[in-house]
Each structure stands twice: as C-alpha cells, then as structure tokens.
C-alpha cells in the first residue's frame, strides 16, 4: 500500500478540533487544499514525505479558521483606510476639531468621510449640527456616520449638494431632521443617509478594487478565513461590489472565502440570478438580508412595549409587515436563506413569527433562516429559535460598543437581564454564529471572544448580565462551526476534521491556560487557507496572494 506524501504537517499539543471542549495533542496532514487526516502525532508520521513541510508549534493553540458570520466588506474597508475615525472622541467640538486635521491632511479628497461618533457617549441628549462642521468646511461636503451606522451627520455644503432643502420630503423609513424654522439641522436617520452617501461613495473601480485587496489583507492577518457579507442598509448600496468580488475569485486571488448577501427586496428573479452566477468555492451567495428594525439608540428598533424615555413611541418597522411577509414567503418558497437585522424584542417576535409563517405556508425545511444582532429579547421567545430551527446571529462585543445607559433608561428594569442575550440562545438548542459586523465594531475575533468569555461592559471593569457569559469552547465553536452551519457549510468548515477543507490558523498562544485579559493580547502566527499559507506572522514576504 502507498501512502499518500502530505504537503504540509502540522504537529502542536493544543489542537482544538473543534469537537470537544478542549485541545488535544494532535498532526494534522494537509495535502492539496483538503486535510488528509488527523490523529496523534505518531500516526501521521506515515504521511510524512521528502516534500512536506513539517510545521511543529509547540503549545500554541491551532484551531480552524475563523469564521465571521456578519460583517460589510467594502463599508469596513472603507471605514479603515478612507475615512476619520471618531470612536474616541469625547465631544462634538472635539469631534469637529479632528474632522479639521483630517480634512487638512487629505486636502485632494472631495468628500470628508468619517465614522465612530456617539454624541450619548459624550453626554449629550441632542444631536450635532450641520453649522458646527460649517465653522471648519464650509466649502467641502462631509458626511460623519454614528457608531452604530444607522445615522449621520452632514454639513451644509453636503446637503446642498445632495439637493436637501428645507422642502426636502423625508424617504421611505428614514428622517431629515429639521430646527424649529423647517431647515435641515445636518442630522440623517437610517434611509435619509442615502441621499448624502449615494454621492460621497462614487468612487472609481481602482479604488474598489484596492479596499477589497485591503480587506483581504487584514482578514489573513485577524485568521479569518471565511465571512458573510450581509447587505449593510438602503445608505450604502453604492457599495456593492460582488462583480470585483468576482474578477479577485476568477484570478484566484480571494485569500477569505466570501458569502454574500443581498438585499431582500421583492426582486425575486436578480436573486435567483446572482445566485447561479456566485456559485464557488470561495464566492456564493448564501442568502438574502433585509432590515426589520433601527437601533435602540435611535429609538428606532421595534419594541413590544413603548420607549420608557419616549412613551408614545415602540419604534418602527423598516417595511410593513404585510411587505414583509410576501417577501419572506416568496424567498422561501425559491429556497433561499433569509437574515433579518432585528434589534429590538418587537423585530425579533416579528421575525420569529414572519419564519414561522413561512414554513406554515411552504412546509418546513432545513432553511437556517436567522435573527441578527438580538439586542433585547422576551424570554418566550428563546425557545422560538429552537424550534423553528432559526440560527440567532450574536456579535458579543455589541455590549461593550456603547455605555449600558443607551439601553438601560430606554426599556423597562423587567427587560434588563434579557439585553444582549447569549448564554441563554448559545443552549437553547438553536445553533448559533458569531460575528462582529465590522466597520461597526473591530474586525478582531478576539474582542469577540472575550467579551463573550466575560461579558465586560464598555468600562471593560464592569460585566454586564454576567449569566450570560459562555465557555471559551462555546465561542470558539460559534464563530467557526456555528458560522459555517450558518452556510450550510458544516460539512467542508468549522472543525479540523479529515476530509475538511484546510482553513487553519496557529494563535501564537494556548488560550485554554492563559487569563481572559490575555485573550486580548493574542495574535494569529500563521492563516493557511484552502491550503495554502496567507499569513505568517514572522515571514513577512508569505501570502498576501493578491498584491
């Protein structure tokens, strides 16, 4: 009999497979782009031959590859490298005074672009306005889009040139704020950022083209390996860029498997179509995604019961329910995969009950439709998920992204230990994924992972609804088999397992023996996808396939 010459060995005495809840001392032989087999060391000797690479990591932990279940590719690339990022300033002059450097230092860019801003982290109740930004643009536009994405702040010349005028009619679910005299105050709520950012991200295919090549960058070094690219809302379609997505998958360029998403919109037949022409290996699309809610922030995720600060006011749907439901019924019916953005414990029943009707009408599948983010929840409603078979698509480090006041004074004291649930629906029975719908948060899965481990709030002192934390096993396994299942990909990702694609990384420690507090300090050393190296860290000519 001839064995089989693996290509590349991997020996380490912390393997986590992915099937139990620790590591073992385990080989792993890779041949081509598949894992040939796994066992103890001893046994893979015999597919050692004069060629392979034999990579022995000692006690630093290897596991699959990361898989994140929720994120915008081209809206972070775009936050990252083409924009001024807000996210530490403490007050909108602050805030103003930094958007000046920047403008300053980028003076051969038309559009001023940045990201990050909380005005409730600064303490104050109302938001910024357009004349502040005035004092130090006034002859450039710019557009500033809140932490949470879901508004933005613009200035005069911004809305001028977006045509926005005291006259200027609100768009189907989004609002232009405007002062007591009827003139636009530079606020932009959910639909309304449209109207500024359909001119602010006109930018040439080159650039496109290169915030891809940075995404996949950055992914190979975080260990990331495969993503969902979810459709990122009505503000930023003039993002898309599956057809470049495309051209890097067709040049055997994409160094992260990409699963995308769509908007679910009525338009049943595009679907249909893109998703016989994203069919690979490395490019599907898995799915549509629609919006049923806001944020809570906002007050415009949709709750069962009012605002506790805004009494006359349980939020709002993004579309009728009757809208809704004929498009949920429509692609299930064709067998798509559907993700509904649902923040509120009103989104989430509303989802819940849209899916149900679903299989009601059309007969139940393995359809792992799923609820993203599931900020607040009613406790009925956990075993829904469960039941219905429906995944619930978590982001752990959502809690520490603004301070627990943003939730705290908005709902009632009953709903507090039902804010940012995770325990409760990672044993539910439901499967569920991890992400970290990057740009609104870091891309790092680290941050993920620890805040999920220990559920520290925004003081990262402090934990918020401590029962919810879950075992380090349990998140590692939602943010890579969790999410493979969420592609119907169990069966090729997510586990080191013979016969599974070879997407692995080595982190440069055991996180099974070291703090929680050293989970953040933890770096990837090596990304082998398909196969093949795409990172390592201390080689730094390896990978980076694409440029």
């Known amino acids: 009999m001839i064995m089989t010459n693996a290509d590349i060995i991997i020996k380490s005495n912390s393997v986590f497979t992915g099937l139990s809840e620790q590591p073992e001392s385990l080989a792993i032989a890779i041949k081509g782009n598949r894992i040939l087999e796994v066992g103890k060391k001893e046994d893979i000797l015999v597919f050692q031959g004069d060629k392979t690479e034999v990579i022995d990591v000692g006690d630093q932990l290897v596991m699959a590859g990361f898989h994140d279940a929720h994120l915008h590719i081209m809206l972070g690339s775009l936050f990252s490298h083409y924009c001024v990022s807000l996210t530490d300033v403490q007050s909108a002059d602050e805030a103003v005074a930094k958007v000046k450097v920047y403008s300053e230092e980028q003076n051969n860019q038309e559009w001023i672009i940045g990201t990050g801003w909380d005005h409730t982290a600064w303490g104050d109740k109302e938001f910024p306005t357009c004349y502040l930004l005035d004092a130090v643009l006034p002859d450039r536009p710019a557009v500033l889009l809140h932490a949470e994405g879901h508004y933005g702040w613009v200035n005069s ?44 991200y006109d930018f040439p295919k080159e650039t496109f083209s290169r915030m891809v090549a940075q995404f996949l960058d950055k992914a190979a070094q975080l260990g990331i390996t495969s993503v969902n690219d979810l459709y990122a809302s009505r503000a930023h379609e003039k993002l898309e860029a599956y057809a470049i997505y495309k051209e890097f998958d067709e040049a055997g360029l994409l160094t992260t498997r990409f699963h995308v998403y769509p908007p679910l919109n009525g338009d049943i037949e595009t679907a249909k179509k893109l998703r016989e022409q994203y069919n690979s290996g490395k490019l599907k699309l898995a799915g549509l995604k629609q919006f049923i809610d806001g944020v809570v922030t906002g007050h415009t995720a949709f709750m069962l019961d009012p605002y506790t600060d805004k009494p006359d006011s349980v939020g709002e749907v993004a579309y009728s329910v009757e809208e809704l439901e004929k498009w949920v019924l429509e692609a299930d019916k064709e067998g798509f995969q559907i993700r509904f953005h649902s923040i509120g414990d009103g989104a989430v029943r ?23 983010h599931i900020e607040v929840i009613a406790p009925e409603d956990i075993p829904r998920f469960a039941q219905l078979g429906v995944m619930p698509s978590i982001q752990p480090y959502h809690i520490a992204l603004m301070p627990r006041e943003s939730h705290t004074t908005r709902v009632s004291a009953e709903k507090y230990p039902y804010i940012y649930p995770n325990a409760k629906l990672v044993r539910s029975g439901a499967v569920v994924s991890y992400s970290s719908d990057y740009p609104i948060v870091p891309l790092e899965p680290m941050l993920e992972i620890y805040h999920a481990a220990t559920r520290k709030d925004s003081t990262l002192i402090d934990t918020w609804n401590e029962q919810e934390r879950v075992t380090l096993a349990e998140a ?8 493979a299942y969420s592609v119907f990909r169990e069966h090729e990702l997510g586990t080191i397992e013979s016969g599974k694609l070879a997407d692995i990384i080595v982190l440069d420690r055991n996180l099974f ?16 996808m398909d196969g093949k190296k795409i990172w390592n860290r201390s080689v730094t000519d390896v990978a980076n396939l694409h440029v």
């Open 476 to 483: 590692l396994k939602a943010y890579t088999l969790g999410s």
């Open 513 to 528: 023996t070291v703090s929680k507090e050293e989970i953040l300090q933890t770096k990837v050393e090596l990304t082998i």
């Open 350 to 372: 509303l989802g819940l009950d849209l899916y149900e009707k679903a299989q009601s009408v059309n007969g139940k599948r393995d359809a792992r439709h799923a609820l993203e």
């Open 157 to 200: 010349k911004a809305l001028e040139m977006a045509g926005i005028t005291r006259n200027t009619e609100n768009p189907a679910y989004g609002i232009i704020y405007k002062d007591d005299n009827g003139e636009p105050t530079g606020i932009l709520i959910e639909t309304a950022i449209s109207l500024v950012t359909d001119f602010a």
